[in-house]
């Protein structure tokens, strides 16, 4: 039961915090989490309970909640310079050395980077890039932007438009010109009798129909996460970026890689795109980028969009775009000391190593006769829950199972996330192995408890 008493943390937080992305009649019943402090991959609440987060926040936290290596970064950049901007040519030299950096440890031989606040501006940026390209290179009309359902690219008009979830309805988003084509979600969107293989194909054969009905030269791009991560922890079917690749290259259609999740070792490797073997014309960063340590996204564009985009601005003398904390040496001291943290510092060697552990304990809990599948790469993954195995058969809606799944983690000191039918896992990468063991006994009993509540 909630605290209720009128000076509660509880209280305070529903009184005067309008909330998002938070179903509204579980705090009701539940009250919300307040948290004070974290300890490696665990937080504490204003009660004193400990939760091991196997969410990393929000997927970003990935070096723990009380790193010091990126305190002390913040820190010293704090009594350095604690704040300036990028605009009028100027900005701080840890701006330029992150974009050295990021540049350096991308897949692209050369290019540039621009700085946001978040994954969204990140995705709206490139978007504004794409569409001041298109007027620059005379061909205003190349303006649609190809998506896929079930893809989440952040919720700022423009980024919400790209997101295919339906709940955007109720800000009658997307905008016009904002397409999502179909899931490549095999297990789920795979037709009886269907091989993957031939799913894959059917994929690239919708591309080549949308590209062909709407004209190559109306597109301005095609965004993909390598791996879904809010729709649901979704890999792409196999083979599927092989397929699409050549088809956007062949219709000169810049390929995306919204690598807010993957980036930074998630995968497994450093970027999404190198997991799936595809290259793309540009990066969306953020979340892993500053560990969660600050707020910051990057468009990182690959030789040929850095190019065409520089001439581009050179033409009209300036790129009219820009936010007051781009590139803010706080945050970019942060991000060059979170990326040799990742990479230097064991944290992608240790996704690595725990990898084959977390694939074992989710095939694990698959085996469960209300698991439909799980699924995932490196460090992320989901376990669908069904009603029939066998027909996939999901439970009714209004039963809510994630939801009951994640609340029952919840009361036992265990954080994950419920979404859609599936509850997702993305530990932190400084996780141990007694903490995964500990995540997946968690998750194991609930699923347990739930599923017996359920047949009864
Ligand atoms: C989280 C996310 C975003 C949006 O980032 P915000 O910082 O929340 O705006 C965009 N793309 C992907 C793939 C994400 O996971």
Request: with cysteine.
């Amino acid at each position: 039961m909630p605290d209720t008493a009128l000076n509660s943390w509880e209280s305070r937080a529903e009184a005067h915090t309008f909330y998002g992305f938070t179903d509204l009649p579980t705090i009701h019943d539940r009250g919300t989490v307040v948290l004070t402090h974290g300890e490696g991959p665990y937080v504490v609440d204003t009660h004193g309970r400990r939760y091991l987060d196997a969410n990393s926040g929000l997927w970003n936290m990935v070096a723990g909640f009380d790193h010091p290596g990126l305190a002390e970064a913040a820190k010293a950049q704090y009594d350095r310079f604690p704040g300036y901007h990028a605009f009028f040519g100027r900005m701080s030299d840890q701006t330029v050395m992150l974009s050295e950096r990021l540049v350096e440890v991308s897949p692209f031989t050369d290019g540039r980077v621009f700085y946001t606040n978040s994954g969204s501006e990140a995705n709206d940026t490139l978007v504004k890039m794409l569409w001041f390209l298109a007027r620059a290179e005379g061909k205003p009309e190349r303006c649609k932007i190809l998506t896929r359902k079930n893809a989440y690219h952040g919720v700022t008009a423009v980024s919400a438009s790209m997101t295919g979830k339906p709940y955007n309805e109720v800000f009658g988003l997307p905008l016009p010109g904002f397409l999502h084509l179909s899931c490549p979600h095999y297990w789920r969107e795979g037709r009886p009798g269907e091989s993957e293989a031939e799913f894959t194909a059917r994929m690239a054969s919708e591309l080549e129909e949308v590209i062909a009905r709407e004209g190559a030269d109306t597109i301005a791009a095609f965004f993909a996460e390598p791996i879904m991560g809010a729709g649901g922890v979704i890999p792409p079917s196999a083979g599927y970026f092989q397929a699409i690749a050549p088809i956007l290259k062949r219709h000169g259609i810049p390929l995306i890689s919204d690598e807010v999740i993957c980036g930074f070792g998630r995968t497994g490797q450093v970027w999404g795109c190198e997991t799936y073997d595809f290259m793309p014309d540009a990066i969306i960063s953020s979340k892993a980028l500053t560990a969660g340590y600050f707020p910051m996204g990057a468009v990182i564009l690959g030789p040929d969009l850095s190019d065409r985009l520089h001439a581009a601005a050179e033409a009209v003398e300036e790129f009219p775009h820009g936010f007051t904390a781009s590139g803010h040496p706080v945050g970019c001291a942060i991000a060059l000391k979170a990326i040799d943290v990742i990479l230097n510092e064991g944290l992608l060697e240790n996704v690595r190593a725990l990898t084959p552990r977390f694939e074992a304990g989710m095939a694990r809990l698959a085996e469960h006769p209300n698991i439909g599948e799980w699924r995932g790469k490196g460090l992320m993954g989901a376990l669908e829950a069904v009603a029939d195995k066998d027909t996939k058969t999901p439970f009714a809606s209004d039963l809510s199972v994630s939801e009951r799944i994640a609340n029952t983690c919840t009361d036992h000191g265990l954080i994950c996330r419920p979404l859609g039918q599936s509850i997702v896992l993305c530990p932190p990468f400084i996780m141990t192995q007694a903490q995964m063991d500990e995540m997946f006994d968690k998750l194991g009993a609930a699923l347990n408890a739930v599923f017996k509540g359920l047949a009864a």
